[in-house]
């Protein structure tokens, strides 16, 4: 969420000792992450996304399909500017809780808007279950670029 609402006055707040320091950041490595709130039901998952008692009708205080304008402020897709920090995002393609289809839309739309984005598909892959050597030297190159600035040559890719 950080990565696409920098510097936003009305997300940024007025709690916290340090509101006088900016909150942009270089870049953003998105792990499986939830991006879009409204769509999660619809895009296919193990558990129902919509519910109040589900993680995202608990951070918004009821059932999501009844509160989609919260849920579009809650969610990094709404957000997206071409000011937005770099993001990698590695996303399974069997990821029962949130769908893979979350990955591949954020980062169209990232595209879309050319904010720095890649997507690392890991064929096969669940919800956390640890992708392997492959994606932490993606993780670790994709910061070397955005955070100092050598050149990576990473490409979107999809990962066994």
Do not use: C, W
């Not at 000792?17 to 619809?42: E, Y």
């Not at 990821?95 to 064929?123: C, H, M, N, W």
């Not at 956390?128 to 190159?141: I, K, M, N, Y």
């Amino acid at each position: 969420m950080l990565g696409t609402t920098q510097d936003d006055e009305i997300l940024d707040g007025k709690l916290g000792g340090h509101r006088d320091q900016s909150t942009k950041v270089k870049a953003v490595i998105n792990f499986f992450g939830p991006v879009d709130l409204v769509m999660m039901n619809a895009q296919g998952s193990t558990m129902d996304h919509d519910g109040p008692q589900s993680p995202e009708g608990k951070l918004l205080g009821g059932t999501v399909s009844e509160l989609k304008d919260a849920a579009k402020s809650a969610s990094p897709f709404y957000h997206v500017t071409k000011d937005d920090a770099a993001f990698l995002t590695v996303h399974g393609t069997q990821d029962p809780l949130v769908p893979y289809a979350q990955g591949v839309a954020f980062d169209r739309k990232l595209d879309e808007f050319k904010v720095p984005s890649l997507l690392i598909t890991v064929d096969g892959g669940g919800h956390g279950r640890g992708f392997g050597e492959s994606v932490d030297q993606a993780v670790l190159a994709f910061l070397k670029e955005h955070g100092f600035g050598k050149e990576s040559g990473l490409k979107n890719a999809t990962i066994q």
